[in-house]
């Protein structure tokens, strides 16, 4: 393995990290306010909103575990990967629809500057504050976990101690998010976008290269080890990429993770108008879906070349490192360096998008209703301080999963902790978006089952068992937050109407 640069590598992954902090630099002297700093003055482009809610949810999870998943070679009690991932994207698409159509038209009604000020319009700040509270530390450990991913790459192509890589990038992108708010994290989202799918498709060409009969060559092994597979209509409940798990649990997971989390409100909140941000959001939907296919593919290319015994793969490596593996053994200087700019820009998209987005909950869920009445300034002073606070949070996260050194799939850990947590808060933007919302207290009722819901099936793979797999975690938290908050309510409502029946006793039984 590698473990220094050529002077063209080093060139241009320092050019990347140095032009992302200028951006950050440029737009400093623009961020007079939380309007700005958080929403950019709700002025950004339908294409811009477009591609930085790709780029955000196109982490280094899907840009090194995602082809991990599709090489994954099997063994006796493990079957190998194929396409199967991709049936996820199916309900991707439909969740973002509904989003479209259902939610969008409430966050764009006003002048929120977070998604969870809304739950405060229909219950109450006790909501508000869980709510976001949840968001806070969702974001914390999931993105901790995704920059762990990262600092593995940074590791295999420099040489540098792990601990090193993740400072180097959380560092870096906490620089520009600090200095230029909402506006550089955009503006930075369509440079990265544009590096990660060029180093993507440069990486996937040169896969191709290397195989003796090129696409012929890698669609006929890729067909012979069952690699092409796209639909499992399985039943299981406990195969996380089934047809039924990607419909009815990707519906449900990508209406919570874009529709009730604060970092992709905060994309639409943005948006010049509701057209606009609806058109943004449900093309994303196809986008994702084209991107997923591509670093799968990706995988299944590798599995080929590692089948053909064109790679060497050490033993022990684990599948979310084989792609990081082919980038820094076998692709030529400066192209090297391109594909590492490109999982990068991955990481730091998403890493900085989690930085304002969690400070911008920070901030209009908890220190402003607590500290009204303050200048601007001081407001958006706050903000950059927390903005450096919870990057230093993710960094420490990702320190512990280093420890840890789960074998697990990365994508699988990272996405089983976002659909523990958002199925419930989804279930509580549901309940607030009806014209007569349930009471706080039966909306607090209605959280707390539906985490001890998800609590319950979750815990038998934490233990080590075989459980109910992570896409139907979401639909069972909303599920299960609405019936309860609606069954608390209506008793209290019966009981309310009883004991005024009882209080009145001249009153007959037709009221």
Not at 99 to 122: C, K
Not at 203 to 220: E, H, N, T, Y
Not at 436 to 442: E, H
Request: one cysteine or more; proline letters at 3%.
């Amino acid at each position: 393995m590698k473990t220094d640069l050529a002077a063209v590598d080093v060139a241009i992954v320092a050019v990347y990290i140095l032009g992302t902090t200028f951006i950050g630099a440029w737009f400093t002297g623009r961020q007079k306010n939380l309007r700005t700093y958080f929403v950019s003055d709700r002025n950004v482009s339908w294409w811009l909103v477009l591609i930085s809610i790709v780029a955000t949810e196109t982490s280094t999870v899907t840009f090194l575990s995602v082809p991990g998943l599709a090489y994954n070679p099997g063994d006796e009690t493990n079957p190998g990967g194929n396409l199967t991932f991709l049936q996820l994207a199916f309900g991707y698409i439909i969740g973002r629809m509904l989003i479209a159509w259902f939610l969008l038209p409430q966050y764009l009604r006003g002048e929120l500057f977070s998604a969870y000020q809304l739950l405060r319009e229909r219950f109450n700040p006790a909501v508000q504050r869980a709510a976001s509270g949840i968001f806070l530390l969702t974001r914390a450990i999931a993105d901790g976990l995704r920059l762990y991913l990262a600092s593995l790459l940074l590791q295999q192509f420099t040489g540098w101690d792990s601990r090193v890589s993740l400072l180097v990038i959380g560092i870096a992108t906490m620089i520009y998010t600090y200095l230029g708010g909402i506006q550089a994290v955009i503006w930075t989202d369509l440079i990265q976008f544009t590096i990660y799918i060029v180093g993507a498709t440069v990486a996937a060409a040169c896969i191709l290269r290397f195989l003796p009969g090129g696409v012929s060559d890698f669609l006929q092994s890729a067909k012979e080890s069952q690699k092409l597979v796209v639909i499992n209509p399985s039943a299981s409940w406990h195969l996380p990429y089934t047809l039924w798990a990607g419909l009815i649990g990707g519906t449900f997971f990508t209406m919570a993770s874009h529709g009730a989390d604060q970092m992709m409100v905060q994309r639409y909140l943005s948006s010049r108008s509701l057209n606009q941000a609806r058109a943004a959001l449900i093309l994303s939907g196809v986008v994702v879906m084209l991107q997923f296919l591509l670093f799968l593919l990706i995988g299944v290319g590798l599995f080929v070349m590692f089948d053909k015994r064109l790679l060497s793969i050490p033993r022990g490596t684990r599948n979310d490192e084989v792609f990081g593996l082919f980038i820094v053994e076998r692709l030529p200087h400066g192209l090297v360096g391109l594909v590492i700019a490109a999982v990068l820009s991955a990481s730091m998209a998403t890493l900085s998008s989690s930085l304002n987005s969690s400070a911008n909950a920070f901030v209009t869920d908890f220190y402003q209703p607590l500290r009204p009445g303050r200048q601007e300034g001081h407001y958006l002073l706050v903000s950059r301080v927390m903005t450096s606070v919870w990057g230093m949070i993710r960094i420490a996260v990702a320190l512990g999963a280093l420890y840890l050194n789960s074998a697990r799939s990365v994508v699988d850990q990272v996405l089983a902790v976002a659909g523990f947590t958002t199925g419930m808060i989804l279930g509580l933007f549901i309940l607030g978006s009806w014209k007569r919302p349930v009471a706080a207290g039966s909306a607090f009722a209605g959280l707390v089952a539906g985490f001890l819901a998800v609590l319950s099936v979750w815990l038998p793979s934490i233990l080590g068992r075989q459980g109910l797999a992570w896409p139907w975690y979401a639909p069972i938290g909303s599920i299960v937050t609405v019936a309860t908050a609606l069954a608390v309510d209506h008793l209290k409502a019966n009981h309310g109407s009883s004991a005024d029946r009882r209080s009145k006793p001249g009153l007959d039984k037709s009221g």
